[in-house]
């Protein structure tokens, strides 16, 4: 009996020993204000991006309809020259400009033909699911030394993505049109070793009606 | 020394040489059943060596040990399940919610807006609350098992799905990164020239072969295993000691997604996907019989040393990641069947 007195004893001590260096207890305002202090704001951050590095950068963008045919007969050399990534591996984002007559307004996409009609290569306007970080890469001017860790630099990506989810996209969709022409620029991700020019996806940066 | 056993020895000792050989190769074949694993890996290291020049060095050495400690806590504690004929699928879901839970609690504690209140956890309570939880789903799992006699399978597997759905509700699906340098130092800092993780896995090791070959819990689990009948009319409490080697698993499976998250500095809500079938791997390698009642955990320590090794040859030799699934089932289709043949032989 005793024994087991001492083993419980033992046991409760050791427990509030430990419970005692497992946790604090304090406000929750306190601790909420000390966290926004020096706080990485991801939104803000995609906003100056936008403002002031992508939509200048637009300048910089490759002609679609250029890039797909350097992109077929000098592969190496289009990789080399105009796309970029943060960090290895195969995929790798180029920032396009076009125009195309649109085919076809799907559920997810809309589908346009690229102009001149002497091209001939329909390629889709992404318009439902923007992830990923074509956009932000696109442009190849962000480093990965540039963020504290990998989840502010992948909530950059985030922030430009419901950007364009939800202020560059349902205007343009509510107005578009089967017929109408649009000029867009934007961003695609090719895979260097597997590349696939027939399933080419814009992420658009802007979109504008040409209308026909 | 009695006549009896004076005329057995004469007998022995006019043994014609057909019967002495037949003794030799008999003896020899039980050193082989015996060393099997250690054989295996034995050839295992000297084939990859043979095509790797990168294979054998201290840094690649510790890598393989640092891979497999993850492996290694989790194989002891479904070692210790398979013992009893059970099995555990739910180790790699567990590793998941467990890691999880211990990072989310570390980065961002508990808030009570109702009454203004902040829980935040230390790196002591963190690492005890995933530990707990681990511990707290293997005695959920044990208790399934026991109360309501479903069978093993069916109950792990219920709780590898369960765990899975909690570990995503809780991290609503991302990532819990940027854990700090002191939770980082679990599973990549070093100590005394070696990885913290091979510490924690060797320290489980040794914590488990005492309790397997020097307790009464261990006795009791190979008796289990052999005979659960004989066991429970031998007055052992089957329910009680099958419930307490489901929650040292989940404890253990705990502790490996402790480690895991740690050294990725993340919680990822599918981490440990696959990992128990690594684990019955291991164990299955290692010599335990998937039948219960037979086997150790060094054997398992050895299977689990083989699967990381494979692993690190597959890659070293730039095997690619859908023909080192293909090898790595037909090693342990093979150990299966030798398995079987060594259980025929005896």
């Known amino acids: 009996m005793q024994k087991k007195v001492i083993k419980y004893t033992v046991a409760l001590i050791l427990l509030l020993v430990v419970g005692y260096n497992s946790v604090y207890i304090k406000k929750l305002s306190e601790v909420k204000a000390a966290s926004t202090v020096g706080k990485f704001d991801a939104a803000a951050y995609a906003q100056t991006f936008w403002k002031e590095k992508l939509t200048p950068g637009l300048t910089k963008a490759n002609n679609l309809p250029e890039l797909l045919t350097l992109l077929k007969s000098e592969k190496e050399n289009a990789f080399k020259n105009y796309s970029h990534a943060l960090g290895i591996g195969n995929l790798r984002y180029f920032l396009i400009k076009g125009e195309g007559k649109i085919t076809a307004i799907n559920e997810n996409d809309i589908s346009v033909t690229l102009l ?3 091209v001939g290569k329909d390629v889709k306007i992404a318009t439902e699911f923007v992830y990923g970080n074509a956009v932000r890469d696109a442009l190849g001017i962000l480093s990965i030394n540039d963020f504290s860790n990998t989840m502010d630099m992948n909530n950059v990506s985030a922030e430009l993505n419901k950007k364009i989810r939800t202020e560059i996209i349902p205007p343009f969709r509510a107005q578009a049109k089967k017929g109408d022409v649009v000029a867009f620029t934007g961003a695609i991700e090719l895979n260097q070793a597997h590349l696939r020019l027939d399933e080419i996806e814009v992420i658009p940066v802007s979109l504008k009606l040409v209308r026909d | 020394m009695s006549p009896k056993v004076f005329v057995k020895e004469e007998k022995a000792q006019v043994q014609t040489p057909s019967l002495k050989a037949s003794a030799l190769s008999s003896s020899y074949s039980q050193y082989l059943v015996k060393f099997q694993s250690l054989i295996a890996l034995f050839i295992l290291c000297l084939i990859i060596s043979l095509l790797s020049d990168k294979f054998l060095t201290v840094a690649n050495g510790w890598n393989v040990m640092r891979q497999i400690s993850v492996n290694i806590c989790i194989s002891v504690g479904m070692t210790l399940v398979v013992l009893t004929a059970g099995i555990d699928l739910s180790v790699g879901s567990v590793l998941a919610l467990c890691g999880a839970i211990t990072a989310g609690l570390l980065k961002f504690g508990i808030e009570l807006p109702s009454q203004d209140l902040f829980i935040g956890f230390t790196l002591l309570g963190a690492v005890m609350a995933g530990m707990l939880t681990g511990t707290l789903l293997g005695t959920f799992n044990g208790w399934t098992i026991t109360r309501f006699k479903v069978p093993p399978f069916v109950a792990t597997l219920a709780v590898l799905t369960i765990a899975r759905g909690l570990t995503m509700l809780y991290t609503k699906g991302f990532p819990i990164s940027g854990l700090g340098a002191d939770f980082a130092y679990i599973g990549t800092g070093w100590l005394l020239g070696i990885p913290v993780p091979v510490w924690i896995s060797g320290v489980i090791v040794v914590m488990a072969v005492i309790l397997t070959n020097k307790t009464r819990l261990g006795r009791y689990i190979y008796a289990i295993g052999g005979n659960e009948s004989a066991a429970r009319l031998s007055g ?4 009680k000691v099958k419930t307490t080697v489901y929650a040292i698993a989940g404890g253990l499976a705990a502790i490996g997604g402790i480690i895991v998250t740690s050294r990725l500095d993340s919680a990822q809500p599918n981490a440990g996907i696959s990992y ?22 060094l054997g398992t320590v050895q299977g689990a040393i083989i699967i990381g090794v494979l692993n690190n040859g597959l890659v070293l030799l730039n095997v690619s990641p859908f023909w080192q699934q293909v090898v790595k089932g037909l090693v342990i289709l093979l150990a299966v069947i030798i398995d079987k043949a060594n259980s025929k032989s005896e």
């Open chain 1, 116 to 118: 001149p009609d002497s």
């Open chain 2, 276 to 297: 128990e079938l690594d684990a019955i791997a291991a164990v299955v390698i290692g010599g335990t019989s998937l039948s219960g009642g037979r086997g150790s955990i």
């Open chain 2, 236 to 239: 052992i409490n089957i329910n």
